[in-house]
């Protein structure tokens, strides 16, 4: 497993944006794969945005073309750049992780055995 922290969540106006962060512990030589994911009040955890330890990425239907996530190596980060908020958006958001190669999966949560403490995110329209 490896340790992760995220960071930049906050309260914004609908229409503004927000990049939450995810520190993770300096992973090996192993390939990993992360995604971001979301539960807002009285719902499931949810997927929004992964990236495969191919660096190939996917993203919810309601997230594309408003949410990016990108990883830096060197800085043992993951981001999620959020823009064009929306009430819809809120919740808390978690970092998660696992070993090797996702794609079919890279969304789905029972995948992935690291998890974040989340951040919460609000919308306010």
């Known amino acids: 497993q490896v340790q992760l922290v995220e960071s930049g969540g906050g309260s914004v106006q609908a229409g503004g944006s927000l990049t939450l962060s995810c520190k993770y512990s300096?992973?090996?030589?192993?390939?990993?794969?992360m995604a971001w994911f979301r539960q807002g009040p009285g719902e499931d955890r949810e997927g929004v945005a992964g990236i495969s330890s191919e660096n190939r990425t996917k993203y919810a239907d309601s997230v594309k073309g408003r949410f990016t996530i990108s990883k830096d190596n060197s800085e043992s980060i993951l981001f999620l750049q959020m823009s064009d908020l929306r009430p819809e958006d809120n919740g808390v958001y978690y970092c998660?992780?696992?070993?090797?190669?996702?794609?079919?999966?890279?969304?789905?949560?029972?995948?992935?055995?690291?998890w974040g403490q989340g951040t919460q995110v609000t919308v306010s329209s």
């Open positions: 998660a992780a696992r070993r090797g190669y996702l794609w079919l999966g890279l969304l789905g949560q029972g995948y992935y055995d690291s």
């Open positions: 300096k992973l090996t030589y192993e390939k990993w794969s």
